[in-house]
């Protein structure tokens, strides 16, 4: 097994009484808990599948970021591949009985080679899955022989995009349906407009119109229903948030909206750590309000931070992937990451994925150069397996191998809960 995941408690006893009352009153409420997310997927079924970026300060464990389009299923646990393998298989016969060809459209971009190398191993879980699958890319870019060599070994065969009526056929078949690995941050392109074939997830889910604010909207909402039901502050497992949405950063228009709900921001923060004794100085995080891959992020720990912007700063922010210009911005709290990897103790972050509703496995994402109240998910950043060693359970049966993986189950659950935040933004 790989290096032990550590967990570095750094923020008082207090603190540390937050988190395992937490886990404890999730352990103690189980049933319930399971009870009541059955009920909740009936009502709106989960996304076909996610992956939940969590932050642990100790005092606080919260999504701080919600993936409709995971790229990092190279980055999972071999050992426990069997039961993402099943996760899958059940989340896509649940919803197109009797599926047998699986239509994958990855993005677009040749030159990251770790993205392709996600893109094998979905295949790979697909094909052992017991399905069909053909690849089929969108841009017109993808080389003479239509492969894409893997690092990891082997090839990724791109097939020709043709389409037919209103069926989009891959090479020479036509799929039962279509699986986006492509977030589609600059819209809908007009082959996968009004595709009879089920598309997931959904094409209008892309970033090109979905927004993270609206995300942490039902999320909040879920979270004091849940709250409610353990007895506890949503708080703790909640980010507080706001967000601005007319800005442009090169003009610098729109700051004092983004300064005015930072100040407010950070002051309903250092509330809550008075609240529960925790002397850590309160930060937020601002970032484009749409879009992935860590781009139009910043970390703020003082409203004259943003006053006194150079021009280095605001051209970072005024662009997301694909250089979308970014005219909304989100105002998070900023969680601290109180975790730590290995034996130099590199700051690190849970990033936990789901197929429907189950969990599926997971990583850690590490950055050597990065400090507890930054963003991670930038160059550098390295990855870990986590061992989710339970068949996509909420939380493990009988002895516990180790004692982190209690750490582990909550950490499924808080992200089964942005998941059902998510099946709520797709059903509007």
């Not at 919600?66 to 059940?90: C, Q, S, T, W």
């Amino acid at each position: 097994m790989e290096a032990v995941p550590q967990l570095a408690l750094l923020a008082g006893a207090q603190s540390l009484k937050s988190l395992l009352l937490l886990e404890t009153r999730l352990q103690e409420k189980q049933k319930e808990i399971g009870h009541w997310f059955e009920a909740q997927w009936k009502k709106t079924p989960p996304p076909l599948y996610g992956s939940v970026d969590l932050r642990n300060a100790g005092f606080k464990l919260a999504p701080v970021d919600m993936n409709l389009f995971p790229a990092g299923f190279n980055n999972l646990n071999p050992d426990f591949l069997n039961d993402v393998i099943e996760a899958a298989k059940g989340a896509i016969l649940d919803r197109v009985p009797g599926a047998k060809v699986i239509g994958l459209i990855p993005e677009s971009h040749t030159r990251n080679l770790f993205y392709w190398e996600n893109v094998g191993a979905l295949v790979d879980i697909l094909k052992r899955a017991g399905f069909q699958v053909s690849v089929g890319s969108l841009s017109k870019d993808v080389g003479p022989s239509g492969e894409i060599p893997l690092q990891s070994g082997g090839r990724l065969v791109l097939e020709t995009l043709v389409r037919e009526g209103a069926k989009l056929r891959f090479g020479a078949g036509i799929p039962d349906l279509i699986l986006l690995n492509n977030d589609l941050s600059a819209g809908i392109p007009p082959l996968l407009q009004h595709v009879e074939q089920p598309l997931f997830p959904p094409a209008e889910l892309g970033w090109h119109q979905r927004l993270k604010s609206e995300h942490f909207q039902y999320y909040a909402a879920l979270s004091k229903e849940f709250a409610e039901m353990l007895g506890l502050d949503s708080w703790l497992f909640t980010p507080l948030f706001r967000y601005c949405g007319e800005i442009d950063f090169l003009r610098s228009e729109g700051l004092d909206c983004l300064m005015a709900n930072a100040k407010t921001l950070l002051e309903d923060i250092q509330k809550k750590y008075q609240e529960y004794g925790v002397t850590q100085q309160p930060f937020i995080i601002v970032k484009a309000d749409s879009g992935t891959q860590g781009m139009a992020v910043m970390t703020v720990r003082s409203v004259d931070e943003l006053s006194s912007l150079n021009r280095k700063q605001r051209t970072s922010m005024a662009k997301s992937k694909g250089g979308v210009p970014v005219t909304r911005v989100l105002v998070q709290e900023g969680v601290y990451t109180f975790e730590t990897f290995g034996a130099e103790e590199h700051v690190a972050e849970p990033v936990v994925y789901l197929w429907g509703k189950h969990v599926a496995g997971g990583f850690y994402r590490i950055h050597q150069e990065r400090g507890r109240d930054e963003n991670l998910n930038s160059p550098g950043m390295q990855f870990e397996s986590l061992p989710f060693a339970w068949s996509c359970c909420s939380w493990p049966r009988g002895e516990m191998v180790h004692p982190y993986q209690k750490h582990l189950a909550t950490y499924g659950v808080i992200a089964q809960l942005s998941m059902l935040a998510a099946a709520r933004e797709i059903a509007g």
